[in-house]
């Protein structure tokens, strides 16, 4: 049951768009369409930014939009902001179990 | 307003065992499974496994299972977690999340700090 791998860390400019990556298997990601992503702020519980691929939770801002491509799903941020600087972890169903993505860190510069 | 409220931080020495709980409000608890998650110092999120209220069903992940022991009251409207033979490498944050659907995990616990230190 291995973590999902995401890149370390990305960074953009406010206003900027970035797109963080969470590559999976054929028995994850490539499975189904149950991907989340989940933000978190430091001390802080996370939150669901993203579920079933591309749907956005009631509060979350349109500029947050996710997809998927074979076994990798993607999280775009679009007119980065600073309070978008966090930690972000997908998620996804795996048949038998749920698996966290090694989680990405967001720099707004 | 669902809310999802954990116990306090414990310290345990390695062997033991420590039980967090998870007492939620706001919502029917019967309908919506519980998700344990758990968070190591400056690491990512690991999930633990989930229960199922309405009828005690539970799965949890391979690295837990024969550790990690998921439990509710109904009349209560609580979940716990008891994590047995603890280890230093167990030292983390645990969170309870309610789930919404597959892997969406809308509302979380404030987290619990378990210690493992001789």
């Known amino acids: 049951q291995s973590a999902l791998t995401q890149p370390r860390s990305v960074s953009g400019s406010p206003g900027q768009s970035v797109t963080i990556s969470c590559t999976g298997t054929?028995?994850?990601?490539?499975?189904?369409?149950?991907v989340s992503w989940y933000q978190q702020h430091p001390g802080k519980a996370p939150k669901v930014m993203i579920y079933?691929?591309?749907k956005r939770p009631s509060g979350v801002p349109d500029r947050f939009s996710g997809s998927k491509s074979g076994n990798t799903a993607s999280l775009t941020i679009s007119g980065l902001r600073a309070e978008d600087e966090a930690d972000y972890y997908c998620?996804?169903?795996?048949?038998?179990?749920?698996?966290f993505g090694t989680g990405t860190e967001v720099t707004v510069l | 307003q669902v809310h999802l409220v954990q116990s306090g931080a414990e310290v345990k020495k390695p062997g033991a065992s420590v039980r967090v709980s998870c007492k939620t409000s706001?919502?029917?608890?019967?309908?919506?499974?519980v998700h344990w998650v758990r968070q190591a110092p400056g690491q990512g999120l690991e999930w633990m496994g989930w229960?199922?209220?309405?009828?005690?069903?539970?799965n949890s992940a391979q690295n837990f299972r024969d550790r990690v022991t998921m439990t509710t009251d109904t009349s209560m409207s609580t979940a716990y977690m008891e994590l047995s033979r603890l280890r230093s490498d167990d030292t983390a944050v645990y969170y309870c999340?309610?789930?919404?659907?597959?892997?969406?995990?809308?509302?979380w616990g404030q987290g619990t700090l378990v210690t493992v230190s001789s």
């Open positions: 999340a309610r789930a919404g659907g597959m892997v969406l995990l809308d509302c």
């Open positions: 706001g919502y029917t608890f019967t309908v919506h499974h």
């Open positions: 229960i199922d209220p309405s009828n005690g069903d539970r």
């Open positions: 054929s028995s994850d990601i490539g499975a189904y369409n149950f």
């Open positions: 079933d691929v591309n």
């Open positions: 998620c996804s169903y795996a048949g038998t179990h749920d698996v």
